[in-house]
């Protein structure tokens, strides 16, 4: 080295240093959704309020993409376009084809097929009103088909038509597992898809309005945001969650403890997957209801092992070190009881969170400003350039 390791003189005055993930900094203003003292509103609507008074997914999406709840004309139009959409083409359908025989994450599988999807539309570069609102329509009706027919081509079953005289959440479980679901199932699956259908600006959403801010398409953020949402620090975690569970029930087979184990990762600075939030600090206002639906589902059922493991957990980390548990901790046991494997977790969050990244891209690109902020130079300066031999 040849210079001294001189502060750098060009970044931006009074810029807090973005060392901490730029935490509660404000980046965008949005009418989609909010976080206010640990509590979660879709367009003014508190989650307790959908939630508790049985709205569809379908209404869900119209919400965030309207500001407004739909009328019952609006609704049977929304759903009927929806509907009409559910089908994927044979060339996408051999695409999945060719990438269910290979060992590929099933969230690397869903990325590169909704970019295909842009490729296999023709009207994908076109900006009008018309044709953005077509293709958000195309990529939320056709994500359940794209994951179903994955699941079922990987397990060499033959992929199955979509219902049209089913809910969302009834088709995707129909064409997932090839049987009706109970009400129930039905119940749980659309609850699911509500509560992760949007989040303010969580890392995927934010992915997305960045890549919205610069005028790209709509294909285009929702892969950036699928790719932004893998990760286990974010919507990745419920995979890891159902696979902690089941290392910890093989622990306590073997004679061990769920303290133990918990103990063991915790010294050694490991995350535990499903716990802790950027946001909230008293609770996860999205947890309790899949907690109950855990509870529900497994009751009285060879699953109830994973429901009462994971009230263990919630205690010892509370405890321990007072962590709340997240949307991703419950919502493992509810996926793995509605038959989903555990890899296929991601892709339901996606399936709901796209109806969320779709809203924000429309709502980045209606008030549209290129979104490029500074970062603070903290490398060395002013060295001199010596030829190669000489280095
Ligand atoms: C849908 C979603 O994206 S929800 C989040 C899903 N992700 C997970 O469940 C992964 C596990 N959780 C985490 O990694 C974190 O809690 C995050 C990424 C969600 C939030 O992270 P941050 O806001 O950056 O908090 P940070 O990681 O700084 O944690 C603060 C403190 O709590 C600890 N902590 C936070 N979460 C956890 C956890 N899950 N397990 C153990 N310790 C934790 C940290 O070690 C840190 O302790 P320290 O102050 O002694 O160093
Ligand atoms: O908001 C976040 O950081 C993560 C989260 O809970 C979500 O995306 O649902």
């Known amino acids: 080295m040849n210079a001294a390791h001189t502060p750098a003189t060009h970044t931006p005055a009074a810029q807090t240093p973005a060392a901490n993930g730029m935490k509660d900094m404000i ?37 965030l993409w309207n500001l407004h709840l739909p009328t019952q004309v609006e609704l049977n139009h929304f759903v009927r376009e929806l509907r009409a959409n559910y089908e994927i083409s044979d060339a996408v359908e051999q695409c999945i084809l060719i990438q269910s025989r290979r060992h590929l994450h099933p969230m690397s599988v869903l990325r590169s097929t909704v970019s295909l999807l842009g490729v296999y539309n023709v009207r994908a570069e076109d900006t009008s009103v018309d044709a953005r609102y077509d293709q958000s329509i195309q990529l939320m009706a056709k994500m359940p088909t794209i994951i179903a027919t994955f699941a079922r ?32 199932e039905e119940e749980a699956m659309n609850k699911a898809l509500i509560l992760h259908a949007d989040h303010e600006l969580n890392a995927s959403t ?18 950036t945001a699928i790719g932004t949402l893998k990760g286990p620090l974010h919507g990745g975690a419920n995979e890891r969650v159902f696979e902690m569970l089941t290392e910890i029930r093989e622990r306590v087979d073997a004679g061990g403890s769920v303290s133990d184990y918990l103990g063991q990762k915790l010294s050694s600075e490991e995350k535990i997957m499903g ?16 907690r109950a639906m855990a509870e529900e589902l497994t009751t009285g059922t060879e699953n109830a092992v994973w429901y009462e493991l994971s009230r263990e ?5 509370k405890n321990t070190k007072g962590l709340i548990p997240n949307v991703d901790f419950y919502s493992a ?11 296929i977790f991601t892709l339901i969050f996606a399936m709901s969170r796209v109806s969320g990244w779709i809203a924000h891209i429309q709502e980045q690109q209606k008030h549209n400003k290129l979104i490029r902020p500074r970062s603070q130079y903290v490398g060395l300066s002013g060295l001199t350039y010596e030829a190669v031999g000489r280095r």
């Not at 640990?38 to 309020?49: K, P, T, V």
């Not at 957990?313 to 980390?317: A, R």
């Open 333 to 343: 046991t509810v996926y793995h009881t509605l038959g989903i494997d555990r890899d």
């Open 275 to 290: 716990f802790g939030h950027r946001v909230y600090k008293t609770r996860d206002p999205r947890e309790q209801y899949l």
């Open 27 to 63: 980046a965008c203003q949005t009418r989609i959704s909010s976080i206010v003292d640990d509590r979660l509103a879709y367009a003014g609507y508190d989650i307790s309020e959908l939630m508790e008074n049985n709205a569809s997914f379908e209404e869900v999406i119209y919400l």
């Open 313 to 317: 957990i919630e205690d010892y980390m």
């Open 206 to 223: 934010f992915a997305a309005r960045v890549c919205a801010s610069t005028l790209s398409d709509i294909y285009s953020c929702v892969t």
């Open 153 to 184: 081509l990987r397990r060499g079953l033959v992929p199955l038509a979509p219902r049209t005289d089913l809910s969302f959440a009834a088709n995707f479980l129909y064409m997932l597992t090839g049987h009706e679901p109970t009400a129930l």
